[in-house]
């Protein structure tokens, strides 16, 4: 399994980025897949999940403000913040459970400036 996160940069606060997540390895439609952010100093905090045939979860910080997405053609998934603030500056993983297991990309870092 492998997590390639990218999109990742600085934007204001207000503003909107797009991450990327392309996944190999495994069949994409079929598990859990999403992000998580971690802050410097601060534990890693779910940002937003996604399952066939299900609704995606969003961490009580985000709702409303982001929005998952997958391409099952790409093998990827996204995930396009917008109305950013300065406390989701942080970095963020690509992530997905496969058959029990926890497989993590290497982060992208995302810095919104007030």
């Known amino acids: 399994v492998q997590l390639q996160a990218s999109g990742g940069g600085l934007a204001q606060t207000g503003g909107s980025l797009r991450l990327s997540c392309a996944a190999s390895g495994f069949t994409f439609d079929d598990y859990h897949i999403g992000w998580f952010r971690q802050a410097p100093g601060k534990e890693r905090d779910l940002v937003a999940t996604?399952?066939?045939?299900?609704?995606?979860n969003y961490g009580d910080s985000v709702s409303g403000r982001f929005t998952i997405f997958r391409d099952n053609a790409k093998n990827t998934v996204y995930l396009q913040m917008n109305s950013l603030k300065p406390e989701d500056t942080a970095v963020y993983y690509c992530y997905a459970k496969v058959e029990g297991a926890a497989y993590w990309g290497q982060g992208t870092l995302v810095t919104v400036s007030s």
């Open positions: 996604l399952r066939s045939g299900r609704d995606a």
